[in-house]
């Protein structure tokens, strides 16, 4: 490989190995909202990027009210910015539902065409209210700097961090959905929708807070984001496409799939970037996926349920 | 019965073609006098994304099938001829300042020093003209026959269509030295020694557009109004019911998905000989979309909507885009939304429930009033018929009678 020693070798699969992780986690920030809508209700969100940059430029007006007016908050604000990201997300999405989605659910491929409308106007409203460059927020001073285990390895705090909050959301995904009466509710519906509505679920009232949950989840992933990249109107929609294929490919009623799926298409990416051009890593992966899903039309990880 | 269903159908088809011939009034006719050769050369550049939208009307509306990257067929077709014709654009004597003369310049720029193999065919117009509709065709075939031989269907194609968009964008920005990169490829010349930047040139060009635009309606009319055309519409409400009457589902889309491709390659080969080069920016998945919205609005199940919904959206978007460049995507995001909540059938579909009655109404009349006048003064026009007779056309041409039953009225 290249005039690489075993130990140069070792620290470039660990740095590209972390890089990877930190693509993981985006993908999974995204794809847990999306996978939950698009298992239980069919629908494809393609809007649902723009609800991750709802949560980034919320994060990023947090900050700059804590740095402009309470310089004392500017280490505790991140928090509150989550969840104010997870509640303007969440009412956002169920305004969406409520107005646009629920007359769509009979048609999954129109669902597709208006939710792409409906992310040209939110992108075009997020650049003419807050303008066409990128922003970044301020980053509180325990997230800065970085971690060095060995000489050649440097692992920077702030992927860290936002590892961290994946692994948290992720689990309160998990425990929402199989330790709760809703999450209950929601898996009965996904596995049996008519079923469930003669056992007396309301399926309707089920799926506005499924989509809702699902774009407030988005919204806790921008306020992340923020801590890795910048954000401009564009930010959310640089990932749909790949965020879908990571769905598609896990299997789209399952979580565990989205894990998995998100976790391999992250990692092959960011290792075959360092071997090969970077563009011909992302055709090698998109082509891998292509083919996988080919073999396998349901997904990686399928509940196998009687239709 | 039977006599009398034969000819419901033939006035149907007979609708059908008086709409065409309005159209091609519209395009041959009007648009040429209306227009300088500037404002007529960007209709020509609408009317190549026609194709795709007729394209598009054969595999989405009749089909179900749902392509987000018909982009990719009208770029190969754009790309194989901007191929031949920045071949002929760079002989050895108009590149003789380039290390290596006689390779198209981006090449040289990329340190190439020998034309890569896939270039090579290239330098004849009988191969190029092949493949500009067949290498599109073929990459639909495999990618067809990758999928819906596994039953991939529905949004999952969708998913895939925009993917492959973006690959080959990918592909095509990333090696430079063999694409032309982001720029595409830029400073064609000549077609065999004819000069088409020339205005004369241009006129040609639009014509032979449009005559092709008009045998692509002719043929994707015969396509619908087959049988073929019979069980696409089978499939698409009840794919289940169709296979398990016997018939090969998949082969059925993987026609007409080829028939799309090679369709919307026309219109890319049409576009760079009209507008002067090709790039990624007609490739990738964002325009692949704003293709299908062309279609969404004209009507899905329309083949002439189709060709109105392209002209008006695109008419739309220069004016709105040149003065109000904001106002434009959310225009865009809100056509997008409303076509598919309010009027899923498109301009078709308005027609059809607004114009059509008044229309099929003065038709009548008109008919009446010709029987009378056969009748009473055979030899002399009734003054009354003139008037009739120009109420007819009516602005929106389409079905004088009942269209085809259309499906998406009776969704529950």
Known sequence: MGGYTFSELGSIFVMQGFSGLSLFCVYLLMALGLAIIFGQMGVINMAHGEFLTMGAYTTYFMSKLAVDHFPALVGIYFPFAIILGFLIAFGMGYLLEVLLIRHLYKRPLDTLLATWGVSLVLQQVFRSAFGAREVSATLPAWLLGSVKPTETIDIPLNGLFMMGLTLVLSLLVFIFLFRSR??????????????????????KKVDRMTFAVGCGIAGVAGAVFTTIASTGPTTGSLYIVDTFLVVVFGGAASLVGTVASAFSIAQAQSVLEFFLTSSIAKVLTLLTVITVIMARPEGLFTIRVRK | MKKAAVDENRSKDGSWLLGLAVLSALIFIVMPLCFDIFRLNLVGKYLTYAFVAVGLVLCWGQGGILSLGQGVFFGLGGYCMAMFLKLEASDPKSTAIQSTPGIPDFMDWNQLTKLPWFWQPFHSLTFTLIAVVLVPSLFAFIIGVAMFKRRVGGVYFAIITQAVAA?????????????????????????????????????????????????????????????????????????????????????????????????????????????????????????????????????????????????????????????????????????FISVVMFFPNGLAGLYDQHLKKRVAAAGARFRAGRAAGLKTAPAGEPPGMEKTAATLPGGIPGKRTKGPKQPLETRP
């Not at chain 1, 809703?182 to 309301?202: D, E, F, H, P």
């Open chain 1, 182 to 203: 809703w999450g209950l509710k929601v898996r009965a519906t996904t596995q049996n929708r008519v079923m469930s509505g003669g056992v007396g679920i309301n399926t």
């Open chain 2, 167 to 335: 690959i080959l964008t990918i592909l095509i920005v990333g090696r430079q030295g063999l694409t032309g990169g982001i720029n595409g490829i830029t400073d064609l010349k000549t077609l065999h020694g004819w000069d088409i930047r020339t205005n004369g040139a241009k006129y040609v060009l639009y014509f032979i557009n449009a005559g092709l635009l008009v045998a692509s309606l002719l043929v994707s009319k015969y396509i619908t109004s087959s049988k073929l055309g019979r069980l696409l519409l089978a499939m698409r409400d009840k794919e289940e019911r169709v296979r398990f009457s016997g018939y090969d589902v998949s082969n059925f889309k993987v026609f007409i998905f080829c028939m799309a491709a090679g369709i919307s390659a026309l219109g890319g080969a049409m576009f760079t000989l009209q507008v002067g080069f090709m790039s990624p920016s007609f490739v990738g998945i964002v325009p692949s979309v704003e293709m299908v919205i062309f279609t969404a609005v004209g009507g899905r199940m329309s083949l002439l909507g189709a060709v109105y919904g392209t002209l008006l959206v695109n008419f739309g978007k220069t004016y709105f885009s040149e003065s109000y460049p904001a106002l434009w995507l959310l225009l865009m995001g809100g056509l």
